[in-house]
DNA sequence: CACCAGGCAAGTA
DNA sequence: TACTTGCATGGT
């Protein structure tokens, strides 16, 4: 019995590519690209991650060497729109450097490293945690690699698959362990995820019972007020 | 007006 | 170790 988890993450998976469709993630035209998106998208809206790199292409930016001649002041004021600029300035700037650093700046030479040492390296910024270090490697460096993000937890936990504590590693672990390592495929759950999170998941008391996903309990967040 | 968004690190006890 | 707070714009 290759395990209830197998089954149910199937299935949900099934559902919402049957209801949603494809959700084409992620076209970001460079590697580049899905790294900064990957940092300027922390906690915030991906329409306005698109308009900071929008202001980063139209002046032709997006290259490494254009970005590490920024100075942080040009560089927040670039990205902007994507919130948090002055932090996250600093974070693309460490990106940077850690590029520098362990890659001679190269993108390619990045992208033929090991899975697990680019996750270590990535994790050694400050400013890159495991979501973002995750999608980077998934993303960028198409890594079968599963994106946990606060969505996932959200509906794990009320469809009663995880408990409200459960740590980001448990979660990866669980779509990890019972899946096929396919980058294509974990890109393709964790946007559909994300999609129904946004429109029926959300927190407390604006709380809808999920209409595709409704074998388990669906217990209410017990730190939202 | 309030609330939220593909998080993370630093500060506090 | 376990909470709490700062970061900030733009859309509903």
């Given at each position: 019995m290759e395990s209830r988890n197998s089954q149910l993450l199937r299935e949900m998976f099934d559902l919402l590519l049957g209801h949603?469709?494809?959700?084409?993630w992620w076209p970001g035209d460079t590697g580049l690209e899905m790294m900064v998106g990957a940092v300027l998208t922390q906690n915030?809206?991906?329409k306005n991650v698109q308009k900071a790199i929008e202001n980063l292409k139209q002046?032709?930016?997006?290259?490494?060497?254009?970005?590490?001649?920024?100075?942080?002041?040009e560089l927040a004021r670039e990205?902007?729109?994507?919130g948090y600029y002055n932090?996250?300035?600093?974070?693309?700037?460490?990106?940077l450097g850690f590029l520098a650093d362990r890659y001679e700046a190269d993108l390619e030479q990045f992208l033929e490293d090991t899975t697990e040492a680019l996750r270590e390296g990535l994790l050694s910024v400050n400013g890159i945690g495991p979501?973002?270090?995750?999608?980077?490697?998934?993303?960028?460096?198409?890594?079968?690699?599963?994106?946990?993000?606060?969505?996932?937890h959200r509906i794990?936990?009320?469809?009663?698959?995880?408990?409200?504590?459960?740590?980001y590693y448990e979660l990866q672990d669980l779509f990890m362990d019972h899946l096929p390592a396919d980058p294509g495929f974990f890109?393709?759950?964790?946007?559909?995820?994300?999609?129904?999170?946004?429109?029926?998941?959300r927190k407390v008391p604006r709380c809808d019972v999920c209409p595709l996903l409704q074998w388990g309990p669906m217990p209410p967040d017990s730190n939202t007020a």
């Open positions: 949603f469709g494809p959700q084409n915030t809206n991906w002046k032709n930016l997006l290259s490494l060497e254009a970005l590490k001649a920024l100075s942080l002041e990205i902007r729109p994507s932090i996250k300035a600093k974070r693309l700037r460490n990106l979501e973002t270090a995750d999608s980077i490697l998934l993303y960028a460096a198409q890594r079968p690699i599963f994106v946990i993000d606060t969505y996932t794990l936990y009320r469809h009663g698959m995880i408990g409200e504590e459960a740590g890109n393709e759950f964790h946007a559909l995820i994300v999609r129904l999170g946004k429109e029926y998941c």
